[in-house]
C-alpha cells in the first residue's frame, strides 16, 4: 500500500516546490473572472453552431430524396409516363359545338371507364380483345412553337401527316385532337420529346386476331370503340357494361374450313360472290358464317360497301330447287299427295306468254322421289297446287319465310313475298319450285333444319347456349313425315344431282337449288345463283351446311355447267368431310349397309294395294293453320298417266314484275327456270 505521502495530490491541495516546507505551500485553485460580453458571444456561437447543424440535415434529406426520385426515374421506372398526369394538370377547357356555345362533356369525362368485353368462340378462342391506347391532343397555347412540335411528332409516329399537325397545331384553339389512338411505345416517344402543351388520355383499341375469317359476325366498331356492325353492335351495351367475355356458337375452326372452301370454290368458278353456312339443327346454333368478298375486321372503317354487305343475312335471293324440300314436305303433311303420286313433267305448263319447263327434263311422268331427285320444276309446280294458295302461305309463314330470321345480328334483312291479292295459281307453281319469292340462306338453312330435325323449326342464334337450355322450338309438321323427308334428301345424294356432295360414312342428304338472276329485262341467262343445303348425317340429324356461289362461270372442272350439282355440292362435300372429326362425328363405315337400307326408299315406289287417289283435304294436326276466310285453294289432283292427259292448269294472267336490283330478285314467271 502506497505511502500516505506519496499518493496523488487532490486537486485543491495547497502547491509547494519540491523540498519546501509543508508550511510554505500555496492553493492550487485558480479563479477566472468571465464578464457579461463574453457570455454573450459564447451564446452566439453556440445558436450558430445549432443552425449549421439544422441546415446540414435539410440539405441532407433533400439529397436523398432527390436521389431517391432520379434512382426512381432512370432506373425503377425509366421516364414512363402515368395515367396519373391527367389528373395532376389542368383539365382542358370545354368544347364548343356551334355558336350558341353548346358545351359538350371533356375529354376525361368521355373516356371509357371500363375495357370493352372480349369475344370468343364456343371453345374460348378469342375473336375480339381490347388493348390499351392511348388519345394525343394538346393546347396549342401552351406551346412555344407549333412548327418544331408538328414536326417532332411527325418523327416519332410516322403515320402522321404532318401538315395535317402543324394545321391544327396553329388553328389558335384551346383543344385540338392529334391522334385518336396510339400505342403505349409511340405514348412513350412522344413524352420523351417533352413538348409543353401535349397530353395525353387513356382510351382502347379493338383488335380481331383472326382478321377476316368471322369478320361479318364479329361487325367492327367506330373511334369510339362503339359497336356499328354484327355482334358488336348487336351486344353494345352488354359489353360496355359487363367484362365477362361474350362466348358465341361459332367455332372457329369450322368457320376458317367453310371459308376457305368457299373461296377456293369462288375462286375455281370464277363467282362474284359466296355464302356459307354450318347450324346445328337440333339448337339452331349457327356454327359458321361466312360471306365473300369479305373484309379485314381491323380495318373496318375503309371497308367498302360490296364486302360489309353479308350475303347469308342480308342478300335476299330466290332460293331455287332448295325450296323444292318445303313443297315435298308441306304436300305430304297435309296429305295431298303420297310417295307413289305422279306428276306429269312430259310437257311444259303455259301461263299466258310465259313457259315453265325442266333443266335437262325426263320429258315423262315422275313419281314424287324422282321429282326431288332430278329437281323438276314441272313436278314441283304440280305438287304445290295440290295444296293450294292459303295453306302454301300457312306453311312459309310458320316455317318463318314471311318474316327476318330472328337471330341476333342486326344485318337480318327480311323476305321479299308476294302480296296475298296476288298469290293466284301461277304464284303457287313458281313458289312451289323456289322463284317468285326471295329469302336469306339462313331462311334456307332454318327451314331444311326443320323438315330434317323431326319437324321442329328453331330460332337461329349466334350465342353459345347452355348444354342445360330448354330449347324454344315450334312444331310445324309429323315426325313421320320428317322421317320420310330425310329418305328422300338421302336420296338426292345417292341417285341425283347432289351425289358430288357425298362423303362415305357421313350419309348426306340435301337439294341442290339454281336460280336464274334477275335484271332490268328479266332473267339474265348464264348468271345464276347456285346453292346445296345438305344435312348429316341422316340417320341421326347433326348439321345442316349450305354453301352457295353468286354468278358461278362454267369450266373444263364443271364440263360446262354452272349448276349448284356441279358448283356448290362438291364444295359441301368437302366442308362435310373436313368438319365432321373436328364436331366429334367420325365417319360410320362398318354400319353402312345397315344404315343405308333405313334411309333407302326407291325412286318409283310402288303403289300399295288398295290405295286410292289423293283429294286435298283439312289439315288434321292441330298445329295446322286453317285457310284464311273468304278465299279459296286453286288445286289440280294429280292422276296416273292413264287418266285425261289434257289436264292442266287453268291459265292466268302473269303477276307483276317487282324488281329489287341490289338483291337481284323479281316475282315475274320465268321464261325458263333452272332447276
Known amino acids: 500500500m502506497a505511502r500516505p505521502d506519496r499518493d496523488a495530490p487532490s486537486p485543491t491541495s495547497p502547491a509547494r516546490r519540491f523540498g519546501a516546507p509543508r508550511d510554505g505551500a500555496v492553493p492550487r485553485v485558480e479563479n ?17 453552431r ?24 432512370t432506373i425503377l421506372d425509366p421516364v414512363e409516363p402515368k395515367h396519373e398526369i391527367v389528373a395532376r394538370r389542368p383539365p382542358p377547357l370545354p368544347l364548343v359545338t356551334n355558336a350558341a356555345a353548346s358545351v359538350i362533356p371533356t375529354l376525361a369525362d368521355s373516356m371509357p371507364h371500363a375495357q370493352r368485353a372480349m369475344i370468343t368462340d364456343r371453345n374460348g378462342e378469342i375473336l375480339a380483345v381490347s388493348l390499351p391506347t392511348a388519345v394525343l391532343y394538346a393546347n396549342p397555347r401552351e406551346m412555344v412553337d407549333q412548327t418544331d412540335a408538328a414536326h ?8 402522321l401527316d404532318e401538315a395535317e399537325l402543324l394545321q391544327r397545331l396553329t388553328s389558335g384553339k384551346q383543344f385540338v385532337y392529334l391522334s385518336r389512338q396510339i400505342t403505349p411505345r409511340e405514348q412513350l416517344a412522344v413524352n420523351q420529346l417533352g413538348i409543353p402543351g401535349v397530353y395525353f388520355a ?16 364479329l361487325g367492327g366498331v367506330d373511334v369510339d370503340e362503339k359497336g356499328v356492325a354484327g355482334v358488336e353492335k348487336a351486344f353494345d351495351a352488354r359489353m360496355r357494361d359487363d367484362n365477362a ?4 356458337s361459332l367455332d372457329i375452326r369450322v368457320q376458317a374450313i367453310v371459308r376457305e372452301e368457299l373461296e377456293h370454290a369462288k375462286d375455281q368458278f370464277n363467282a362474284i360472290g359466296a355464302c356459307g353456312i354450318v347450324m346445328d339443327v337440333r339448337t339452331g346454333e349457327v356454327l359458321a358464317m361466312v360471306s365473300l368478298p369479305d373484309y379485314d375486321a381491323n380495318d373496318f372503317g375503309h371497308a367498302t360497301d ?10 335476299m335471293y330466290e332460293p331455287g330447287s332448295t325450296f323444292k324440300l318445303q313443297t315435298a314436305s308441306m304436300a305430304l303433311d297435309y296429305g295431298t299427295v303420297a310417295l307413289w303420286s305422279e306428276f306429269d313433267a312430259s310437257r311444259p305448263i303455259h301461263i299466258g306468254r310465259f ?21 323438276s320444276n314441272l313436278g314441283a309446280a304440280h305438287i304445290a297446287l295440290t295444296v293450294g294458295a292459303e295453306r302454301q302461305r300457312a306453311w312459309l309463314r310458320h316455317m318463318g319465310m314471311f318474316s327476318r330470321i330472328g337471330i341476333e345480328l342486326p344485318e337480318a334483312g327480311l323476305p321479299i313475298i308476294p302480296p296475298a291479292s296476288n298469290w293466284h295459281e301461277s304464284t303457287i307453281m313458281t313458289v312451289g319450285f323456289g322463284h317468285g319469292i326471295a329469302v336469306s340462306p339462313l331462311h334456307v338453312v332454318r327451314g331444311t333444319a326443320a323438315v330434317a330435325n323431326g319437324g321442329i323449326v328453331l330460332r337461329p342464334t349466334i350465342l353459345a347456349l347452355p348444354p342445360d337450355d330448354k330449347l324454344q322450338g315450334e312444331r310445324v309438321m309429323a315426325q313421320a313425315t320428317s322421317d320420310v323427308m330425310r329418305k328422300l334428301m338421302r336420296l338426292v345424294v345417292t341417285d341425283g344431282y347432289g351425289k358430288p356432295a357425298e362423303v362415305a360414312g357421313y350419309y348426306v342428304g340435301g337439294k341442290t337449288g339454281t336460280a336464274e338472276k334477275v335484271g332490268r329485262g328479266g332473267y339474265k341467262k348464264h348468271a345464276n345463283v347456285s ?16 354453301m352457295m356461289l353468286d354468278e358461278p362461270k362454267a369450266n373444263a372442272d364443271s364440263h360446262g355447267y354452272a349448276t349448284a350439282g356441279w358448283v356448290s355440292a362438291p364444295a359441301a362435300g368437302k366442308v362435310i368431310a373436313r368438319i365432321g372429326p373436328i364436331l366429334g362425328l367420325l365417319p360410320d363405315v362398318d354400319h353402312a349397309a345397315e344404315i343405308q337400307a333405313s334411309l333407302a326408299i326407291p325412286l318409283q315406289p310402288a303403289r300399295p294395294p288398295g290405295a286410292k287417289l289423293l283429294e286435298p283435304g283439312p289439315a288434321p294436326e292441330p298445329w295446322k293453320t286453317t285457310p284464311e276466310k273468304g278465299k279459296t285453294s286453286a288445286v289440280t289432283a294429280q292422276r296416273h298417266p292413264s287418266g285425261d292427259p289434257s289436264d292442266k292448269p287453268a291459265v292466268q294472267p302473269p303477276a307483276p314484275v317487282v324488281h329489287d336490283l341490289r338483291h337481284e330478285v323479281s316475282y315475274e314467271i320465268p321464261a325458263s327456270a333452272a332447276r
Not at 245 to 248: A, E, N, T, V, Y
Not at 355 to 375: N, Q
Open 245 to 248: 367475355p361474350l362466348k358465341l
Open 32 to 48: 477566472i473572472r468571465v464578464t457579461a460580453p463574453d457570455l454573450a458571444r459564447r451564446a452566439a456561437l453556440e445558436r450558430a
Open 355 to 375: 313457259t315453265i319447263t325442266d333443266f335437262e327434263g325426263k320429258h315423262r311422268w315422275l313419281y314424287l322421289p324422282e321429282v326431288l331427285a332430278y329437281s
Open 152 to 159: 417532332r411528332i411527325k418523327q416519332v409516329i410516322p403515320r
Open 50 to 73: 445549432g443552425r449549421l447543424v439544422f441546415a446540414a440535415f435539410g440539405f441532407a434529406a433533400l439529397f436523398c430524396a432527390l436521389v431517391a426520385k432520379l434512382a426512381d426515374a
Open 306 to 315: 360490296e364486302s360489309r354487305f353479308n350475303r347469308a343475312l342480308s342478300g
Open 531 to 546: 346453292a346445296f343445303i345438305s344435312v348429316f348425317p341422316m340417320n341421326a340429324p347433326r348439321y345442316a351446311v349450305y
Open 202 to 217: 387513356p382510351t382502347e383499341k379493338r383488335r380481331y386476331p383472326l382478321g377476316r375469317v368471322a369478320a361479318h359476325v
